[in-house]
T-cell receptor
């Protein structure tokens, strides 16, 4: 089955700096890669997703890049703000399927 | 529009006891899921139901059973709870019959002593 590794497990940045979280996946058939944000004590929420037919997707201060050859994808957050502090999860699956495999999570702390 | 509603929010069980976690969604979604969240391990799929009347095993189904009661409701049952089942459980739903754009419930924190 699919295996998703996520790094780093914790990340501390200064407000205004950029943050990058990286994930690798094992199943070359995977073609759908969402990112979820979970604030402390809250439910996970989808923030951005990418399909394998594109290499990059942006939404305001958030971007995701995908390298299919190397089987890794990354989340980039620019101009970080304290409200970006949360745990971020990457995931991978085959589009149209139901088996979404999550990475272990990254705790991002943005210091004011 | 409440989204995905889970009950209870907290539960403490003794080893060997049974319980059912309830989940309901009011978004007319076809697919529903049960995940467990453990520190450092992300979210792991227990069972899912791609449509009303169907259920399938996920990554970690042992020790659990599910029932898709109707399109709105998807319950998770622990027949004989074990300490290894101490976790936070999340129900989720999505439009269509795939796992795109999951909407999660608020979670159930379960402790098995």
């Amino acid at each position: 089955g699919e295996n998703v590794e996520q790094h780093p497990s914790t990340l501390s940045v200064q407000e205004g700096d950029s943050a990058v979280i990286k994930c690798t996946y094992s199943d070359s058939a995977s073609n759908y890669f969402p990112w979820y944000k979970q604030e402390l004590g809250k439910r996970p929420q989808l923030i951005i997703d990418i399909r394998s037919n594109v290499g990059e997707k942006k939404d305001q201060r958030i971007a995701v890049t995908l390298n299919k050859t190397a089987k890794h994808f990354s989340l980039h957050i620019t101009e970080t703000q304290p409200e970006d502090s949360a745990v971020y999860f990457c995931a991978a699956s085959i589009l149209g399927g139901n088996m979404l495999t999550f990475g272990g999570g990254t705790r991002l702390m943005v210091k004011p | 529009n409440a989204g995905v509603t889970q009950t209870p929010k907290f539960q403490v069980l003794k080893t060997g006891q049974s319980m059912t976690l309830q989940c309901a969604q009011d978004m007319n979604h076809n697919s529903m899921y049960w995940y467990r969240q453990d520190p450092g391990m992300g979210l792991r799929l227990i069972y899912y139901s791609a449509s009303e009347g169907t259920t399938d095993k996920g990554e970690v189904p042992n020790g659990y059973n599910v029932s898709r009661l109707n399109k709105r409701e998807f319950s998770l049952r622990l027949e004989s709870a074990a300490p290894s089942q101490t976790s936070v459980y999340f129900c989720a739903s999505s439009t269509g019959s795939t796992n795109e754009k999951l909407f999660f419930g608020s979670g159930t924190q379960l402790s098995v002593l």
